[in-house]
């Protein structure tokens, strides 16, 4: 059955939840594939507003399960808050029934947004998204599934955060990690979220074979893309249809519909070009300020 793709074809902020509100209520699975807590999406429930960064717009239908796929790196502490707010809002806990983390997906550590903060060439969000992204392409991040591994051999902790400390050395950073801290940080991951680490590719593979209807949530908009974007003024992951899939674990013949949101007047955040900014201190722009 098919699995459908929503994606920003601007900047971001084009109002790719609404439309993907709009398609939750048909499908039984909701996928974030790729990026992390830089993106965001507003949820109007009554007379409540609920901001969300990580957690799939698919949220809003229960008859939808959530995931945050492969190709993300998650920051724990946030979806933490996230779902604490989800649940008082609505008396829900998905997580481990009806939303699960990608077995493969990076974990956003501490450290990684100590070194963001601490270093803006490129005026990030300083929630750690590079930097992880940079470990995995390293092959030294932990991803999910690695934390009792991790966990369980001390030598690990100690290189890891012998790793972690040059790193910050480097971007001037004077805090230094102990390995005690790290090892609290993951056990901490494990106990709130171990029930919901799942082979999710697998899963999401085998709804779609039993004729299962699969949302793929994309973030941000293709401008912002690491390889087709505004270069360097983007975001750290391939935001596209062909990541679609491979982010989510799944094969790419199931896409049948694809759908890229645009919005009528175009809007950037952060530092990089636009085509039609203007000035506030020249031209038309001057009689704007």
Not at 13 to 18: A, L, T
Not at 144 to 159: A, H, K, N, Q
Not at 254 to 259: R, S
Request: charged share 20%.
């Amino acid at each position: 059955m098919p699995a459908t793709v929503v994606l920003g074809a601007q900047w971001g902020d084009e109002g790719k939840g609404k439309a993907i509100d709009q398609l939750a209520p048909q499908s039984t699975w909701a996928v974030r594939f790729q990026g992390g807590n830089n993106a965001g999406h507003t949820i109007v429930v009554g007379d409540t507003t609920l901001k969300l960064h990580q957690i799939p717009s698919g949220v809003t239908s229960r008859n939808c399960n959530l995931v945050l796929g492969d190709g993300m790196v998650i920051d724990p502490w946030v979806l933490d808050e996230e779902l604490s707010r989800w649940e008082d809002l609505t008396g829900e806990k998905p997580e481990g029934e009806r939303l699960f983390i990608s077995e493969r997906a990076s974990v956003i550590l501490p450290f990684h947004k100590y070194y963001d903060s601490a270093d803006k060439v490129v005026g990030t969000t300083g929630r750690g998204i590079g930097p992880a992204y940079r470990d995995r392409i390293e092959r030294v991040g932990i991803r999910f599934t690695d934390i009792e591994e991790v966990l369980s051999d001390s030598s690990i902790i100690d290189d890891t955060v012998l790793r972690m400390n040059k790193q910050l050395q480097t971007v001037g950073y004077d805090k230094e990690i102990q390995s005690s801290e790290l090892s609290s940080q993951l056990q901490w991951i494990l106990d709130r979220f171990g029930s919901a680490i799942k082979p999710t590719g697998l899963m999401v593979d085998l709804a779609l074979r039993n004729g299962e209807t699969v949302l793929l949530e994309g973030a941000q908009g293709a401008l912002l893309d690491i390889d087709q974007g505004t270069y360097p003024f983007v975001t750290s992951s391939v935001v596209g249809r062909a990541n679609a899939t491979h982010g989510a674990g799944i094969h790419p013949g199931h896409i049948t519909e694809c759908f890229g949101i645009t919005k009528a007047y175009c809007t950037r955040v952060g530092n990089g070009p636009f085509p039609s900014e203007l000035s506030l201190e020249e031209g038309p722009g001057q009689h704007m300020a």
